[in-house]
């Protein structure tokens, strides 16, 4: 019987005016860990702010509190509105206003008081000019918005091309004083996400799957690397870290910045596991040319003849498969099980998940 590979040919600084005054405290507002929409959002602003538990949830009612307080002024201060931020350091909502007179309803609603030029009416304002004319912007201008902390819309720029900012502002018909430019290295780019059976393209030509995530990139098969790597979307991915093939049949592949592994499968699907199913039980897989398919696990420890070279440890199925799904997420529940290496009409095999992530030193990504 003849074994077929599958692999198929188919990604400021900104000067602000006015002194700071500051209110009495304003009453905070009852708040439990039973309120929060996320049970891992106290553990994750741990993590991330360096907050302890009770620091976490006291800073959850204190934003809330200051949101419910801003809607509040931005309707009662009207036009002399100039914004709002969360300060923080004294954990109150900091409040613009461009007139002087309503310094005290602020002051008296607990809020912190902050005389400031622009309202924020006229700051949105110029945020509409500049969205209106950006098709005029000169590419070394990644982009703008209010800072309501500095009371400007922030300009950014990369750096020494401040400049052309001037021309753009112009065309625009801005108040300049109610910008700041600020230069920066840091240019936005889209984020994708990894996720299993979603196509690739290997040297922009051959395509083959990806198998499952796993930190920094995914495992898929071998034998469709080494190279440089696009998605399918031909956005520019990342490249071969680790190739085995043949004896083995299976390959790392490292993502670039623009794109983060997700632990779930290309149809929604979570991984949540490598627990290996017994022989007889259902499996299905997921590739980028026949989608998802199922059967069940067949013989293990399989060796596989191939043309190119001979694999061991595999593990048969009959599952539908063809040429493209190579590399592609076989999943039996939601423990990963392993990536599509080749088959024939009524076979096809996956190399097992487990030897490939003790090899290449990863771990999965969970859904």
Known sequence: MKITKLLGVAATAALATGALVTGTPAAATSASSDTLLNAEMVPALQRDLGLTAGQALARIQSETAAGTLEQALASALAGSFGGASYNEATGKLRVGV???AKLGQVLASGAEA?????SAAQLDSTVDRLNASERAADGAITGWGVDTKT???TVNVLPGKSGVVDSYLEKAKVDKTAVAVVET?????LKYDVRGGDAYYINSSSRCSIGFSVNGGFLTAGHCGPGTVTG???VAMGSFARVSFPTNDYGHVRVNSNWTPRGIINNGTRVSGSTVA?????????GSTTGWTCG?????NQTVRYAEGTVYGMTATNVRSQAGD?????????????????????VTYFFPVRPALSATGTSLVLG
């Open 296 to 300: 069940t696990v067949g013989a293990k």
């Open 326 to 346: 190579s590399g592609g997420s076989f999943i039996a529940g939601n423990q990963a099980q392993g990536m599509l290496s080749g088959g024939n009409s009524s």
């Open 185 to 189: 290295t840091s240019v936005p780019t």
């Open 114 to 118: 902050e005389l400031v030029r622009f």
């Open 232 to 234: 399918s979307n031909r």
């Open 151 to 153: 009371n400007r819309v």
């Open 98 to 100: 461009t007139d002087a």
């Open 278 to 286: 017994a022989t007889g039980a259902s499996v299905c897989k997921s």
